[in-house]
């Protein structure tokens, strides 16, 4: 069984750049693609950006070229850096992984984690 | 972007009763390209139902999703009760991805 746990920071700064990890086990991420999404209060998840199991990219252009996402084969683990961040950002993030078979849909989620920006 | 309306808010139910959840699409949906999602709180969301009505690893068949173009259901048979917590449905079939508002199976 594959599980993923978000960790980071709950409280940033805005202006300041927000990191978290996401920690896979129960498999390799080699062979897959990973994703970010989020949840603002009161509003929809929103898909934030992943790394493909070729090394490339893809993000939501709201969120223009903030957002950097990468994996760490050693410690099977993947990252979100969104830099600039502002109140707007304030959400629970959730790390999850990609189907990429001709479609775009999450297999598994992490419990996701609460990022506050605020000073 | 293709915008997802689920439908209803809310519905407070028994434990072995039936419920169908509605998700509406503003455009049609490529390939019923549409997943469900469980999600109860503090715990990891679920894939339940992909490509409309594929079941995903483990998801009993008390489970069970139809529809295409706009208009697509996700209908729980007997509800268990692991079954009470909030449904998303979410599209895949143009850019941008995009979820709908949820809706919330609560006990009655």
């Known amino acids: 069984q594959v599980h993923l746990q978000e960790s980071g920071p709950g409280l940033v700064k805005p202006s300041e750049t927000l990191s978290l990890t996401c920690s896979v086990s129960?498999?390799?991420?080699?062979?897959?693609?990973w994703s970010w999404l989020r949840q603002p209060p009161g509003k929809r998840l929103e898909y934030v950006g992943d790394v493909y199991n070729n090394g490339k990219n893809s993000h939501n252009p709201s969120l223009e070229s903030r957002v950097t996402i990468l994996t760490d084969t050693t410690k099977n683990q993947f990252s979100l850096k969104l830099t600039s961040v502002t109140a707007a950002d304030t959400a629970v993030y959730y790390c999850?992984?990609?189907?990429?078979?001709?479609?775009?849909?999450?297999?598994?989620w992490g419990p996701g984690t609460l990022v506050t920006v605020s000073s | 972007e293709i915008v997802l309306t689920q439908s209803p808010g809310t519905l407070s139910l028994s434990p072995g009763e039936r419920v169908t959840l509605s998700c509406r699409a503003s455009q049609n949906i490529i390939n019923s390209f549409l997943a469900w999602y469980r999600h109860k709180p503090g715990q990891a969301p679920r894939l339940l139902i992909y490509?409309?009505?594929t079941r995903a690893t483990g998801i009993p068949d008390r489970i069970s999703g139809s529809g295409s173009g706009t208009d697509f259901t996700l209908t729980i048979s007997r509800l268990e009760p692991e079954d009470f917590a909030v449904y998303y449905c979410q599209q895949y079939g143009s850019s941008p991805l995009t979820f709908g508002g949820g809706t919330k199976v609560e006990i009655k």
């Open positions: 999850a992984r990609l189907v990429l078979s001709g479609t775009f849909y999450f297999d598994y």
């Open positions: 490509a409309a009505s």
């Open positions: 129960g498999g390799s991420i080699r062979s897959y693609s």
